[in-house]
């Protein structure tokens, strides 16, 4: 196995990678999950059951979902889906 050279010099300085040195490189989780979670940073769906769409609503509408609080994207598709039940 061979040895990697230090990315620095004795100075400090960082020397110019090599594409060998990328190759190397792995990611790495810097973030501590609750800040994760904070920054709104999901992970992939379990089951996806709903598809992101832009939709245009009034500004009426959308100032009284959003005043109902977190959720509202939610109740916005629960009225949709009672809507299309009451037509079917």
Sequence with gaps: MKTQKPLTNEKGD????TPEDLRNF???????????RKLGVRGVQKAPTKER????????VLD?????????QS??????????SSKG
């Design 14 to 17: 960082v020397r110019e990678l």
């Design 64 to 72: 009284a979902f959003r005043a109902t609080g977190r959720g509202w």
């Design 26 to 36: 792995r990611p790495v989780d810097a973030l501590p999950s609750s800040l994760t």
């Design 75 to 84: 109740r916005v598709d629960d009225a949709l889906k009672q809507f299309v």
């Design 53 to 60: 769409i832009t939709i245009r609503l009034s500004r009426e």
